[in-house]
Nanobody, 121 residues
Framework: QVQLVESGGGLVQPGGSLRLSCEAS????????MGWYRQAPGKQRDLVAT???????NYADSVKGRFTISRDNAKNTVYLQMNTMTPEDTAVYYC???????????????WGQGTQVTVSS
């Protein structure tokens, strides 16, 4: 079994910063890509940023220049540094990883439980 555990969410004022972390643990053979999605109330879950070995990073237009995704392969951890935040960034943020589980050949999409981020004064 594999788990993704997020941390770092919370309340921040407009213009402020937060850093999210997500660690994958369990029976992992290889992690192909990791990233972050978010879902605001009443809206669909949307891509925020992803990073994949050999494929670089990808960002939603709404966060380019403000958010930075990074990854520590040795720790199976992905980070999301969020700067110059606005109320429109308020959402539940979900960690995502494409993982080949130990003893299998398939790559399985795996999600974290989500962490609330609220931007408000």
């Amino acid at each position: 079994q594999v788990q993704l555990v997020e941390s770092g969410g919370g309340l921040v004022q407009p213009g402020g910063s937060l850093r999210l972390s997500c660690e994958a643990s369990g029976s992992i053979f290889k992690i192909y890509s990791m990233g972050w999605y978010r879902q605001a109330p009443g809206k669909q879950r949307d891509l925020v940023a992803t990073t994949a070995s050999g494929a670089g990073t990808n960002y939603a237009d709404s966060v380019k220049g403000r958010f930075t995704i990074s990854r520590d392969n040795a720790k199976n951890t992905v980070y999301l540094q969020m700067n110059t935040m606005t109320p429109e960034d308020t959402a539940v943020y979900y960690c995502f990883a494409a993982i080949q589980y130990s003893g299998t050949f398939n790559i399985k999409p795996t999600w974290g439980q989500g962490t609330q981020v609220t931007v408000s004064s």
